[in-house]
């Protein structure tokens, strides 16, 4: 879900956005985010979510936390269950990867810097998971609105971008899986790419667009993707029309 780069202008959650209409970012810029009880609903399942991964995979002692996050009056009984299925699909990869290579490490709710390739960005991912040869990147979405495919996903191929930079140092990665993971869809969403491919899509299409959208330049491209939660769509001269 990527949580703390909500703040960076140029977010991986947001580059479906800006790299489709690159001067939207800058546009943008200061106006307040609405926090719906969608969103808040969200934030508390992605947070039963790492309790419970930490409890599994970090011996940490989640008592106090776990009943905070129950005691929420958004919390309920088919959330628990919902987020119960996402622990045990991590449990899954990791009994895979623990086939290919004796000492897979997870990291949950690791914090990736960006600058590299995106001036001033970071994120978040939801779990990471390394082992000789391949790199797992999930991200858990718990809305039930919109399926979002991981095929041709920029956030998650931002996200893998992130996780590789960050933790690589100790695996040989040829390869990285990005899944979506939306419980409530009863929706799993898997793409494969050659880390040799991201690295490639990172230089000649991420770090160029991302230039373009720092300094507040490129061509307006409206289309119904990147206008749907745009801040400025409704004064926009391009949308108009678009449309």
């Known amino acids: 879900m990527a949580m703390p780069d909500a703040h960076a202008l140029l977010g991986p959650s947001s580059a ?7 001067p939207s970012a800058r546009l943008s810029e200061g106006m307040a985010d609405t926090s719906s009880e969608y969103a808040q609903e969200g934030t508390l399942a992605h947070r039963l979510g790492e309790l419970l991964l930490r409890e599994r995979w970090e011996g940490q002692d989640i008592t ?8 929420d009056p958004l919390y309920t009984a088919t ?16 009994a895979e990867a623990k086939a290919r290579c004796p000492d897979p490490r997870i990291f949950i709710e690791q914090v990736v810097r960006l600058e590299e390739y995106i001036p001033e960005s970071f994120g ?7 082992a000789d040869g391949l790199m797992d990147v999930v991200d858990l979405k718990f809305g039930a609105g919109i399926p979002v495919d991981a095929e041709g996903n920029a956030q998650m191929r931002i996200y893998a971008l992130g996780s590789y930079l960050a933790l690589s140092w100790a695996y040989q990665i040829d390869t990285v899986r990005m899944t979506i993971y939306q419980p409530r869809l009863d929706r ?18 991420l770090k160029p667009k991302a230039a373009l959208a720092w300094a507040g330049e490129g061509d ?9 939660w745009c801040k400025v ?3 926009c001269r391009a949308r108009a029309d678009y449309q």
């Not at 106090?64 to 005691?71: G, I, N, P, S, Y």
């Not at 959330?79 to 990791?94: H, K, N, Q, S, T």
């Not at 978040?124 to 390394?130: A, K, R």
């Not at 799993?188 to 299409?205: F, G, N, Q, R, V």
């Open 233 to 235: 769509a409704a004064t």
């Open 188 to 205: 799993i969403s898997t793409a494969t790419m050659a880390l040799k491919d991201l690295l490639a899509w990172a230089e000649d299409e």
């Open 64 to 71: 106090e936390d776990l009943a905070t996050v129950q005691a």
């Open 220 to 228: 307006f491209n409206p289309g119904p993707a990147q206008c749907r």
């Open 124 to 130: 978040t991912t939801d779990v990471t998971i390394l």
């Open 79 to 94: 959330m628990g269950e919902l987020i119960d299925g996402y622990v045990a699909f991590i449990e899954e990869r990791m």
């Open 16 to 22: 479906y956005m800006w790299m489709a209409c690159t």
